[in-house]
């Protein structure tokens, strides 16, 4: 006896295609040559470049707040002009720090210093408590 076609089993779907295995990634250099083949840590230029171009901005935009600042909560213009100075001696603080992470690199992680007394427990002896 013939099967007719509403009864008859469904053909399997074809199975999906085999995704591409992933390329393997670059193996990453330490520091990785500039165009005249000088590493990047050791090139003066481009960190020179860098600590400028990072101290225009900050001293600038630290200027520009300080400047607002003293416009929105000073009256005299002495005090207007020392909010100004402030914030540029905001400015070439932070940018002073950060050029010397860039020439230096990062400061060491110095270890913790004892507990003092309020933590252990013990008084100190400074006489008549």
């Known amino acids: ?34 165009r005249f083949g000088i ?3 050791y090139d003066l230029d481009a ?5 400028l171009d990072l ?3 900050r001293v600038a935009y630290s200027s520009l707040g300080g400047a607002f600042g003293g416009l929105i ?13 402030l914030g540029a001696g905001v400015g070439i603080g932070a ?8 020439f230096n690199g990062s400061p060491p992680n110095w270890s ?7 933590f252990n427990g013990s008084p100190p002896k400074w006489g008549k408590v």
Request: with cysteine; aromatic share 8%; glycine share 0%.
């Open 39 to 41: 590493p990047l840590r």
């Open 55 to 57: 101290s225009i901005r």
């Open 95 to 102: 940018a002073f720090t950060e050029c010397s992470y860039i």
């Open 1 to 34: 006896m013939a099967e007719s076609p509403e009864n008859a089993a469904a053909a399997p779907a074809p199975a999906p295609p085999a995704a591409p295995s992933p390329a393997p990634a670059p193996a990453m250099k330490s520091s990785p040559p500039t």
């Open 73 to 85: 909560l000073f009256r005299s213009p002495t005090t207007r002009w020392a909010s100004v100075a």
């Open 112 to 118: 913790a210093p004892e507990c003092s007394y309020i």
């Open 47 to 51: 960190k020179w470049d860098a600590c």
